[in-house]
Nanobody, 120 residues
Framework: QVQLVESGGGLVQAGGSLRLSCAAS????????MGWFRQAPGKEREFVGRINWSGGSPYYADSVKGRFTLSRDNAKNMVYLQMNSLKPEDTAVYYCAAKRSTYSPNWDYWGQGTQVTVSS
C-alpha cells in the first residue's frame, strides 16, 4: 500500500502563489507516476499534472500550463506543485495521486486532499 498526504493549501489572493506538497510513504517503489488533480464545488475532478519518479518532463493540463510547476524529491518521496499567478477559478480541493503503471488508465492511490481558495 501507498499512503499520500497533501499539505500546503490555503487562502491566497488572485495573482498569488502557493506550493502544495505530497508526501508518499509505504510501498512507494511500486509506483511509477505521481499526479495532481483538483475538484471544485459542483464540478468533476480534473487532471492538473503528472510527473514520473524516474525522470522525464512533467505533463500539465492546458488550464495550468505556464503557471504551475511540478517537481519531485526522490530521496524524500515528495512531490511538489508550485502554483503561480493563481486565479479564482483555481479554487478547488487538490488531490495527490499515484499510479503503479505508467500505462494503466487508473490511478491507484489517492490522498485526502488539501483546499486551495483563491480570492478575487
Amino acid at each position: 500500500q501507498v499512503q499520500l498526504v497533501e499539505s500546503g493549501g490555503g487562502l491566497v489572493q488572485a495573482g498569488g502563489s502557493l506550493r502544495l506538497s505530497c508526501a508518499a510513504s509505504g510501498r512507494t517503489f511500486s509506483t511509477s507516476l505521481m499526479g495532481w488533480f483538483r475538484q471544485a464545488p459542483g464540478k468533476e475532478r480534473e487532471f492538473v499534472g503528472r510527473i514520473n519518479w524516474s525522470g522525464g518532463s512533467p505533463y500539465y493540463a492546458d488550464s495550468v500550463k505556464g503557471r504551475f510547476t511540478l517537481s519531485r524529491d526522490n530521496a524524500k518521496n515528495m512531490v511538489y506543485l508550485q502554483m503561480n499567478s493563481l486565479k479564482p477559478e483555481d479554487t478547488a480541493v487538490y488531490y495527490c495521486a499515484a499510479k503503479r503503471s505508467t500505462y494503466s488508465p487508473n490511478w491507484d492511490y489517492w490522498g485526502q486532499g488539501t483546499q486551495v481558495t483563491v480570492s478575487s
